[in-house]
């Protein structure tokens, strides 16, 4: 089954669903760097990449997708999140950046079985609840186009009383769309990342869909520290063997789990060499290398080395890597290099990054976790398989 994957950054979302089963047929991003490692990753023949088609270097209010129309399966992307981004401005509509227009042209102009897209947590704040419901509506109507003369309030108006008026089997084309908040450590990925996913299905498919189920908890990590053999595992020094001092009355009334234990940051990077005390072995490995400057300041304290990473961040607020350090027990912090940010992000070992150390971390700050993408493509593949049988 094919697929469109538009504002495609790093590829993370793009690897998750290859992973799935999907084939890309086109390729878009307007970023140089994120291009040249999508580019440079095909040419290396990396697991996942390596028959992907030329990446579309540019802006995709330049592309025409209807060459495609009838032809795709699946759209996916990950539309520019700064308009919703806590870091950012909030402007939303109001953001020229907001491409949520375009990711709707692309399924009105396409009309695929089933689409994906991501955006940020921040798009589910109060003050965005009307605008979160108009990009909904668009995604289930996408050929209700907004006028050159309408406000996107009234065309968000013209949306509702489509859906309240409209005629079983009236339109054309339309979508039955859910969303939900997902927390990537429930899922696996040893990233306390959340982020809103939207997934549609063509209303003629008649398909129901719910997303999949979580498979990780914060309580079955607690109970492998306190009566598990995590530690043992890792042949962590025993005066580094403490959980978080908020976590210890959770841990004493915990009952047997049933979900697997969150991944922590030692589960994704214990087996790297230190990059700042084993430079010559970190050299070995593909953007392995140690970043200096590394400091505290509020509201960035870095990752403990036994829990789930925190969010990685763009750094494009504040302090250049944001929250992108290693916190470990002795007290010490240093930047993750971009090796294991990658790890962070379930990005594969051979999967390479073009760029500075600022760059390569925006790239991946802003991905999709691969492992994610693949958890949530894996159930739209298996639902579109099942009508095509």
């Known amino acids: 089954m094919r697929v469109i994957e538009v504002f495609a950054g790093a590829g993370g979302l793009g690897i998750g669903v290859s992973k799935a089963g ?37 802006d995709v209010r330049e592309v025409d997708f209807r060459d495609l129309a009838g032809k795709i399966e699946l759209v996916t992307g990950g539309p520019p999140c700064q308009p919703f981004s806590l870091g950012g401005k909030h402007r939303a509509h109001g953001d020229a950046r907001d491409m949520w227009p375009q990711a709707v042209r692309v399924v009105r102009e396409t009309k695929p079985k089933a689409f994906i897209f991501e955006n940020v947590k921040g798009l589910t704040r109060g003050s965005f609840a009307t605008y979160l419901a108009y990009i909904v509506h668009q995604l289930t109507f996408p050929e209700l186009v907004r006028r050159e003369d309408e406000s996107w309030e009234d065309h968000l108006g013209r949306l509702e009383r489509h859906l309240t008026g409209r005629r079983r089997g009236a339109d054309s084309v339309a979508y039955r769309v859910v969303y939900r908040v997902l927390n990537a450590a429930n899922h696996g990925i040893p990233q306390r990342r959340e982020r809103i996913v939207f997934v549609g ?59 697997m234990p969150w991944r922590t940051v030692r589960d994704a990077i214990g087996d790297l060499p230190d990059p700042e ?95 994610l993408a693949a958890v949530v493509a894996r159930g739209v593949w298996a639902s579109l398989g099942a009508v095509a049988m």
């Open 22 to 58: 999907f084939s890309p047929a086109r390729i878009v991003e307007w970023d140089r760097w994120c291009c040249d490692t999508i580019r440079e990753n095909t040419r290396r023949r990396t697991a996942m990449v390596a028959n992907w088609p030329e990446p579309f270097e540019g």
């Open 201 to 259: 299905f063509r209303n003629d498919l008649g398909i129901e869909w719910s997303f999949p189920e979580e498979s990780h908890s914060l309580d079955a990590l607690l109970w492998d520290q306190t009566r598990g053999d995590y530690w043992e595992r890792h042949a962590a020094p025993k005066c580094s063997r403490e959980i978080a001092p908020r976590y210890a009355e959770r841990a004493r009334r915990l009952e047997s789990p049933t979900l």
């Open 277 to 371: 005390h084993e430079a010559g072995r970190a050299a070995a490995i593909a953007n392995h290398r140690f970043q200096p400057g590394a400091r505290a300041y509020p509201g960035h304290t870095g990752s403990p080395l036994d829990q789930p990473a925190k969010t990685l961040k763009a750094g494009v607020h504040g302090v250049p890597g944001g929250e992108n350090m290693l916190l470990s027990p002795d007290g010490s912090l240093r930047y993750f290099t971009v090796r294991e940010s990658a790890r962070l992000q379930t990005f594969p070992d051979d999967f390479v990054f073009h760029g500075s150390w600022s760059e390569t971390m925006r790239q991946l700050g802003n991905a999709v976790p691969v492992e």
